[in-house]
């Protein structure tokens, strides 16, 4: 597809499980973000790839929180240990280097 | 510390009704301001970039414009279908995210 893929597009777990969260994006895009969306809340900002420069880690709200980008497209969010106050919608989004952002339809995780 | 402040939080208003959103924001260096559609379970689509005071951009019953402190979304003739989240961003100076502010809920009623 042209748009931005991501999965699962809902996950239920239980607390102190590990999740990974999938994203692909738009083909040609070079950066690449994630940030989380708590109910109700605005965006928050979590980890910015761009090229095969060093991430942007400065949003990651923990270190159970972790990001790749393997060969500069997929990437994956992993939240090891998950705590009830991780549940949210993570969205992912790509972009050229300087342009706006498109974004994925999101993975609602729910931490139980 | 850079920031964005939408108003009003939410919105209502009648088919036909013709009104506008504010996005003030405080960034250094403005690399751009950025608006986007939200609607319920989906992520934020892309409507606009704006880059420099006095720029506008149009699409349908949507007009955006921006200043030095500000950037307003004007919509034209709304209709139910307009109903959505709107959110506003930034991109400052020494950094590629986006801030993005906490939107405003626009409800258009037949």
């Known amino acids: 597809g042209a748009g931005v893929s991501q999965s699962p597009s809902n996950k239920v777990t239980e607390k102190g499980k590990d999740v990974e969260l999938r994203c692909d994006p738009i083909?040609?895009?070079?950066?690449l973000y994630w940030y989380r969306q708590s109910l109700g809340q605005g965006l928050e900002f979590l980890i910015y790839?761009?090229?095969?420069?060093?991430?942007?880690k400065s949003g990651l709200p923990s270190d159970r929180f972790s990001a790749e980008r393997t060969g500069g497209s997929v990437s994956t969010l992993t939240i090891q240990r998950t705590q009830q106050e991780d549940s949210a919608v993570y969205l992912c989004?790509?972009?050229?280097?300087?342009?706006?952002?498109?974004f994925g339809s999101g993975t609602q995780l729910s931490v139980l | 510390e850079d920031q964005v402040t939408q108003s009003p939080e939410a919105l209502r208003l009648q088919e036909g009704e013709s009104s506008s959103l504010n996005c003030s924001y405080t960034v250094s260096g403005l690399r751009g301001l950025f608006w986007y559609r939200q609607d319920p379970g989906k992520g934020p689509e892309f409507l606009f970039t704006l880059y420099s005071a006095g720029e506008e951009k149009e699409k349908e019953r949507l007009k955006a414009t921006l200043t030095k402190k500000e950037s307003f979304l004007h919509i034209t003739a709304p209709k139910p279908e307009d109903s959505a989240t709107y959110l506003c961003a930034v991109r400052g100076g020494g950094y590629n995210k986006l801030i993005f502010g906490a939107g405003t809920r626009l409800a258009v009623h037949p």
């Open positions: 989004a790509s972009s050229l280097e300087q342009g706006g952002l498109f």
């Open positions: 083909s040609g895009h070079t950066a």
């Open positions: 790839f761009q090229g095969n420069s060093a991430p942007d």
